[in-house]
């Protein structure tokens, strides 16, 4: 008799079950039918009564997942794509999917881990550069991008990577070309062009400064007052004294009072030999504070260079008077400025 009650348990539970397989696969249907609708509420509904009827029923957890995706629901998304992954280790649309979302979600370890596992994955070395790039990782950021620009040399994403990637490194020389390259795949960055303005500005290469500063400008990157004080210290640097002096002028407009700006305009002055120019702002500098030996001391070596050497020298011994750390400026042969 109890053998009998246990073989009608067994057949009952197996007819439970394959009735919950019928039904399970009748709302996973029905979760395919709206989904082709385009009614991803209802279809996530339907998916979700699938997968309680069925806990192991991988395909209804993915399609969950991409209906999620579709209405933007990141964190629902990645717990449908992990549970398709839990069941099914190798299931490569998962995989995929998680590797895009971890990338998205700035878990660029996460991410990695799972583009490694994407067998035939297009996507998965450019998440594997990229996350790279985003950990600061340098060294086996090149490496993992120079194989995916050998395939793709017009990819404008990759190249300017690679150039950031250089900058970041100190590889400035290295940096220069692929960032002109990368600017001429994609002219719409703004960011790109600034950077590459600020290379050729640390290079010493103002010209090339200015032309990308300004095509910076022109794709609508923000005028701050320290872009305009590059751009306006590029301009002078170059040549353009009358540009680069409007720019900054109107910086100090906007900071009164700013000593060491003018300071840094004589002296850019002086270098370039514009010696009258450079004395105008020392006496800017002298009105404000007729004690400032630093500015004393710019004057006087704009007369020396004028040719009044005996006048530039009476002011460099009082600027020295005044501040008597200026004394170690003596001792230079070659006193290129303040």
């Given at each position: 008799m109890k053998k009998n009650f246990t073989i009608a348990l067994f057949l009952i539970s197996a007819a439970l079950f394959t009735q919950a397989q019928d039904s399970s696969s009748h709302f996973y249907q029905k979760g395919l039918e709206?989904?082709?609708g385009r009614k991803y509420l209802t279809a996530s509904t339907y998916f979700e009564k699938a997968t309680t009827l069925n806990p192991r029923f991988t395909a209804a957890y993915l399609e969950n997942g991409h209906v999620n995706l579709s209405m933007r629901k990141t964190d629902?998304?990645?717990?449908?794509f992990s549970k398709a992954h839990e069941l099914e280790p190798d299931n490569n649309a998962a995989i995929k999917e998680l590797a895009d979302l971890y990338y998205n979600y700035r878990q660029y370890q996460k991410a990695i881990d799972f583009a490694n596992k994407c067998k035939g994955c297009e996507n998965a070395d450019r998440i594997i550069a990229l996350s790279y790039f985003k950990m600061e990782d340098y060294a086996k950021v090149e490496n993992a991008l120079l194989p995916l620009l050998e395939k793709s040399p017009n990819d404008a994403e990759l190249t300017y990577t690679l150039a950031k990637t250089y900058f970041e490194m100190e590889l400035e020389?290295?940096?220069i070309p692929v960032y002109v390259k990368a600017i001429s795949l994609d002219g719409s960055k703004s960011q790109w062009s600034h950077e590459l303005g600020l290379l050729y500005y640390n290079n010493n290469n103002f010209k090339g400064a200015?032309?990308?500063f300004n095509k910076a400008a022109e794709q609508g990157f923000i005028q701050s007052n320290d872009f305009k004080e590059n751009l306006g210290f590029a301009y002078i640097y170059s040549g353009e004294f009358e540009k680069g002096e409007k720019l900054l002028l109107e910086i100090i407009a906007r900071k009164?009072?700013?000593?060491?700006?003018?300071?840094?305009i004589a002296d850019a002055y002086y270098q370039?030999?514009?010696y009258d120019k450079s004395l105008e702002f020392c006496q800017?500098?002298?009105?404000?504070d007729m004690k400032d030996g630093k500015a004393l001391y710019q004057a006087g070596l704009c007369f020396q260079r004028k040719g009044q050497k005996d006048r530039g020298q009476q002011m460099c011994d009082k600027a020295i008077e005044l501040d008597p750390s200026l004394n170690s400026l003596r001792q230079k042969k070659d006193i290129g400025g303040m």
């Open positions: 709206e989904k082709a629902m998304a990645i717990q449908n020389t290295k940096a200015v032309t990308y009164p009072g700013d000593k060491e700006m003018l300071r840094v370039q030999k514009q800017k500098l002298l009105e404000m």
